[in-house]
Every structure is written in C-alpha cells, then in structure tokens.
C-alpha cells in the first residue's frame, strides 16, 4: 500500500476516521496529532516514511472521527484504551507509536497503560502533564474559557486566537502550509472541539511523571529548535526515562510535524529502525 487510504473503522461504539499510507515489512507506525488538528496534519511526514504502514486517525472531537459524548466518561486514559481498541480492530499486535503535543500526551499514556504493545515511541512537543496541583487548575480554568469561546464565538474566532498564541510564534511555516494548517482547524466542529479540550487538556489530565521510572519502551524525545519549552521538557523527561533520547530539529517552533516533515521523518526512522535506538547514542542537536 502506497498510496493514501481513508476509511472510517467502527470500534467499542466509536466511529474514527483513518487515513492509511506506506507498506513494508516492519511494525506499523501509528500517528497522533495534536489540539485542532486532524490525521491530515502527517501527511508530509508521512510520504518520507513510506517502508512503514502508517495510520493517522482523527482524534475524538476532531477532524471526521465521533464526537466525546457523553463528556463525562471521557479522558486521556479512556482515550488511549479506545485506540488500542482501534488497533485491535484492525488486527495489529505490536505497533510503533508517535505523538504530536496532545497526541503525544495520549502516545504516552497508551505507552504506559499497554506497554507490551508499543514497541518504540516518539513523542513531539509533548509533556507527562502538568505536575502542580495549583496550576493544573489554572490550566483546566484557562481552558474551559477557550471552551466557551470555541462554543459561543465559533470556528473562525477561535483559529485567529489560537494561531496567535507565543506557542506558535517562533515557527518556520510557509505561507502555504499556514494556509493548509489553518484550513484543518477551520474543518473542525467548534462544540465537538470545546469536548475534546475539556477532556483531553492538560488540566484536565492525572499527570504521568511519577509512571516514566518505569517505562521501559525505548523513547526518542523531539522538540523544534525555537520551541524553548518543549526543549526543556525534552531533556527533563529524557533524564527520567530509562531508554530515551532527545533530538532537536533545527529551525522548527512548536508545530515540528508540519514545520519540518522532511526531517522529522528522519529522525524518526533512525530511530525506529536502529537495532540499538537509545543505548549509546548522544543527544542529537
């Protein structure tokens, strides 16, 4: 399989929307992206990794995939159970994993809630959560007035406040492919996305700091090169990991998947194919 595939796969009572493309021998590569997004936002990444089947599915309350209703059961963790649900579906056992800020924080927790399934993972601008009591309720606070915006303002206000944030500031995106990310996020539907963000945010998850001792999955931490704060989680994660390392792509912000697709994309299949992918090697600038 060479060419992309987009499907729809019912699961435990949710509908996702996937989008398949690569063929080869090796363990397939699931995708996740972050806040806004969809499985769309792999795509460039996604043509350099072309020896892998890769699958991006639409996170819930995103893109074509089910909404989060009933609000209330949901979470990261119930999150991550209902993708092993998907990979089960479609008859995967072991299955490399990569995640992209929100997506990365689900990666982890499906890393360590199914450890025996994920075979390596590669985390981008993502974090463990927040690990302070007082400022998890800040952020859950901050996040359900973007919430309401998103419900009471619509799509488009909501995308003119989000690209604005410092967060996406000190990227390196062309014009066209600022034109393509926002079209993504204008696709998304505002209620389903001010679910999602209730949550899947990040106060609104346990934080994962005290399970990373024991994670014994072998870890590639990425962050972009301008993206100051998702360096410095890198390396603090990395010096709690048991098998991780941190590679820092170049001139990228925050947004490392569609900033710099090409070499994320290698990056990560040195990792993923390495026999020895942490052991030994130094931090990668």
């Not at 892998?52 to 949901?74: A, K, N, T």
Request: charged letters at 25%; proline letters at 6%.
């Amino acid at each position: 399989m060479t060419e992309s595939i987009d499907n729809f796969i019912e699961t435990a009572g949710f509908r996702w929307r996937i989008r398949e493309t690569g063929s080869g021998e090796g363990a397939p590569l699931l995708l996740l992206h972050g806040f806004t997004g969809s499985g769309e936002l792999w795509s460039d990444a996604a043509t350099r990794l072309q020896e892998r089947r890769c699958i991006m599915p639409d996170l819930p309350g995103h893109g074509g995939s089910g909404s989060v209703e009933p609000e209330g059961q949901w979470s990261l963790r119930w999150t991550a159970d209902r993708l092993l649900d998907l990979v089960e579906t479609m008859r995967i056992d072991a299955f490399d994993l990569a995640g992209y800020s929100m997506g990365g924080r689900l990666a982890l927790q499906l890393a360590i809630r199914h450890t025996t399934r994920v075979r390596r993972l590669v985390l981008i601008g993502a974090s463990a959560g927040i690990a302070s009591e007082k400022e998890r309720q800040e952020r859950l606070a901050a996040d359900e007035e973007i919430a309401r915006m998103l419900e009471e303002r619509g799509i488009e206000a909501f995308v003119d406040y989000w690209e604005a944030l410092p967060l996406f500031s000190g990227g390196s995106l062309s014009g066209e492919t600022r034109q393509r990310m926002r079209m993504i996020r204008l696709a998304n539907d505002p209620v389903r996305l001010a679910a999602a963000l209730r949550r899947l945010g990040p106060g609104a998850q346990t934080p994962l700091h005290p399970y990373l001792p024991d994670l014994m999955t072998p870890t590639l931490l990425v962050a972009g090169g301008r993206d100051a704060k998702y360096r410095a989680i890198a390396y603090e994660m990395a010096a709690t990991l048991p098998r991780a390392r941190v590679e820092i792509i170049g001139e990228a912000g925050h947004a490392v998947p569609v900033e710099a697709p090409w070499e994320l994309a290698l990056a990560m299949n040195r990792f993923l194919s390495s026999p020895n992918p942490t052991e030994g090697d130094e931090e990668r600038e």
